[in-house]
């Protein structure tokens, strides 16, 4: 189980968006810069929505498996009912054909959300777009939408998992908004969002600089994104 913050903390974070979270990590120098968020394979299907921010359930799933029986899905229930909260549902497929899987709609985004979950990421698929969006305040990130929920069943829960390269444990704090998933290590999550609120200072200024009528490309550090 990793850090657990402040219910403030948590709605400080909810205010900042996901990429400049990520720059403020980076300024920690705790892990390599390529590490640590999902690709763009992970698609953010409600983006209007704030950024979501809550600690990670993580279970194993398949719907592509014809006839294969797995621990059944009130187990991972089981888990998010007693999780830290508010939680992000992390479903790893581990079927045989991702691209016709899908491993939650209407049904199981309302028992998860009635049990303190806010999000699903999914390198799967997801159905019930309408009516999740009409739940309110439930987010989903996966790498598609299915009209078919398959041979829906839960392998296993409380594992490591990896979403689209990103390596996501029980508890980790995960921070996402409409341009993706970042996780936030435990070692800076307490001080991420004052470095994200310097963050935010310093692009102000370099945008203030590009923006005057006597900027010009000067040798120095480069300009990025």
């Known amino acids: 189980m990793g850090v657990v913050l402040m219910p403030e903390q948590i709605d400080t974070l909810r205010r900042i968006d996901s990429p400049t979270i990520a720059n403020a990590i980076e300024t920690f120098e705790i892990r390599p810069r390529v590490n640590g968020y999902v690709g763009y394979d992970i698609r ?45 549902i992390v479903m790893q497929d581990v079927g045989a054909d991702r691209l016709h899987s899908c491993h939650a709609g209407e049904i199981m985004a309302t028992t998860m959300k009635r049990l303190g979950a806010i999000a699903i990421l999914t390198d799967g698929g997801l159905r019930d777009v309408k009516e999740v969006q009409a739940l309110g305040g439930f987010q ?62 310093e692009e102000g200024d370099r945008l ?4 005057s009528p006597d900027f010009s490309i000067t040798p120095g550090k480069e300009i990025k994104h």
Not at 50 to 74: H, K, L, M, Q
């Open 208 to 211: 203030r600089r590009i923006a």
């Open 44 to 88: 953010c299907i409600f983006p209007d929505l704030p950024p979501v921010v809550g600690y990670a359930v993580t279970c194993t799933v398949d719907s592509t498996t014809e006839g294969r029986v797995g621990i059944g899905f009130n187990a991972l229930y089981a888990l998010l009912e007693q999780a830290p909260k508010p939680a992000v």
């Open 140 to 201: 989903y990130f996966c790498g598609g939408l299915v009209v078919s929920h398959g041979n829906p069943i839960c392998v296993s829960v409380g594992d490591e998992v990896t979403i689209s390269g990103m390596r996501v444990r029980p508890g980790d704090l995960l921070h996402g908004d409409t341009n993706g998933v970042v996780h936030i290590p435990d070692e800076c999550a307490a001080d991420v969002a004052d470095a994200a609120h310097r963050t935010w200072r």
